[in-house]
Nanobody, 124 residues
Framework: VQLVESGGGLVQPGGSLRLSCAAS????????MSWFRQAPGKEREIVAG????????YYRDSVKGRFTIYRDNAKNTVHLQMNSLKPEDTAVYYC??????????????????WGQGTQVTVSL
C-alpha cells in the first residue's frame, strides 16, 4: 500500500496550492479519502474528506469556502485545492484512506493507511 503526497511548498498569504495524493495497493474507488494536517506542537486534525462516490465532502469550518477536495477514481488520486491561504494553514498535510467507505470519519484511528506528509508553509 502506498499513499504519496505532492504539491506542498512555500506560498505567501492569499496564495494557492494544490496537493495531490497518488494511491496504490488497495481498493481506492471504495475508500473514503481525507486530508489531515499537523502543525508543530498541535494535534493532527482532519481538514477535508470525500466519500468513494465523490459526494458529500466534509470540510472543517476554518477551511470552508477556501479549500476543495476532489478525487479521480480512474487515476486513484485525490486532490486538495487550497485557495486564500493563511499563515494558520501552515502544517504538514497528510493523505489518509479508510477502506470501510461510508461517511467521512473524523478520528485518526479509523483510517487504515497514511501518506508520509507534505509541508505547506504560508508566510511572507
Amino acid at each position: 500500500v502506498q499513499l504519496v503526497e505532492s504539491g506542498g511548498g512555500l506560498v505567501q498569504p492569499g496564495g494557492s496550492l494544490r496537493l495531490s495524493c497518488a494511491a496504490s495497493g488497495f481498493t481506492f474507488r471504495r475508500s473514503v479519502m481525507s486530508w489531515f494536517r499537523q502543525a508543530p506542537g498541535k494535534e493532527r486534525e482532519i481538514v477535508a474528506g470525500i466519500r468513494w462516490s465523490g459526494g458529500f465532502p466534509y470540510y472543517r469550518d476554518s477551511v470552508k469556502g477556501r479549500f476543495t477536495i476532489y478525487r479521480d477514481n480512474a487515476k486513484n488520486t485525490v486532490h486538495l485545492q487550497m485557495n486564500s491561504l493563511k499563515p494558520e494553514d501552515t502544517a504538514v498535510y497528510y493523505c489518509a484512506a479508510d477502506e470501510d467507505g461510508g461517511i467521512v470519519p473524523m478520528r485518526r484511528a479509523e483510517y487504515n493507511y497514511w501518506g508520509q506528509g507534505t509541508q505547506v508553509t504560508v508566510s511572507l
